[in-house]
């Protein structure tokens, strides 16, 4: 981190310890609910019109040279080929492989957008009607939880594993219905996955069968067979 980016993290510390009046802090909590109320208001109303859809997560950091830039590219259009649209947080790397791919088949192609200080700008390959802007991560995620068929989880780094784990956690607690959530990618989460069964099972922190929440694939073929296998049993509807 450079010196200008340690003065810039310094001074919104600053700021958030800063001394405001109980009348300020109440005032400015009231104009925040209003605008997380919007946020809602503003995603149900858009998402609840576009069908069953696929979200597709990954890094941000992904170039279109990787070889998982592709296979994201290809999931998608099999989705596609296949019924569903596809829903990603919008940005370069994996999002932009996912919705690249369902524009390809002239498929639904949703970007779920958040303003970040880096990595985050709108790709082209969202449909214009489909582009949404959050301010807020936590409004995001219900989103994408209420409204996903599934989850694919393509490698990617802090932002995916939140993705991957809210949704997981969601499923073992029996909040929402346990739709399929795949991991692409054996030798990338190969590590994460030897450590849930050697750390977290065997410290009894998770159980054993947990581990059947998700799928561990390689290839879109196996990734897109996981989601259909389990809509040929069960409706496509919104997850609660």
């Known amino acids: 981190m450079t010196e200008?980016?340690?003065?810039?993290?310094?001074?919104?510390?600053?700021?958030a310890f800063g001394d405001k009046t109980?009348?300020?802090i109440k005032s400015e909590e009231s104009w925040r609910i209003f605008k997380i109320m919007s946020e809602f208001v503003e995603g149900i109303d858009k998402l609840?019109?576009?069908g069953p859809c696929v979200s597709i997560f990954g890094s941000a950091r992904t170039s279109p040279e990787s070889p998982y830039y592709k296979i994201a590219e290809e999931i998608a259009a099999k989705l596609v080929r296949h019924g569903y649209g596809v829903i990603t947080g919008?940005?370069?790397?994996?999002?932009?492989?996912?919705?690249?791919g369902a524009a390809s088949e002239r498929g639904r192609s949703v970007g779920?957008?958040?303003e970040l200080?880096?990595?985050?700008?709108?790709?082209?390959?969202?449909?214009?009607?489909?582009?949404?802007?959050f301010d807020f991560f936590f409004v995001r995620k219900v989103m994408f939880v209420k409204y996903s068929q599934g989850f694919i989880i393509m490698p990617g780094g802090f932002g995916t594993l939140d993705e991957m784990f809210e949704s997981l956690t969601l499923i073992q607690t029996h909040k929402i219905g346990r739709f399929p959530v795949v991991l692409v990618g054996k030798e990338y989460w190969g590590g994460l996955i030897d450590w849930m069964k050697k750390t977290m099972?065997?410290?009894?922190?998770?159980?054993?069968?947990?581990?059947?929440?998700?799928?561990l694939v390689d290839t879109p073929t196996e990734a897109v067979r996981v989601i259909d296998d389990f809509y040929a049993k069960y409706l496509l509807k919104p997850n609660f």
Not at 124 to 131: A, E, L, R, T
Not at 202 to 215: K, P, R, T, Y
């Open 4 to 15: 200008n980016n340690w003065k810039e993290e310094e001074e919104k510390i600053k700021q």
């Open 22 to 24: 109980w009348a300020q």
């Open 48 to 50: 609840s019109k576009i």
């Open 90 to 100: 919008g940005g370069p790397g994996i999002m932009e492989a996912g919705n690249k």
């Open 112 to 114: 779920l957008n958040i």
């Open 117 to 133: 200080p880096f990595e985050q700008t709108p790709n082209p390959y969202i449909d214009s009607d489909k582009n949404m802007n």
């Open 201 to 215: 099972v065997v410290a009894g922190n998770i159980h054993e069968e947990d581990l059947e929440l998700f799928a």
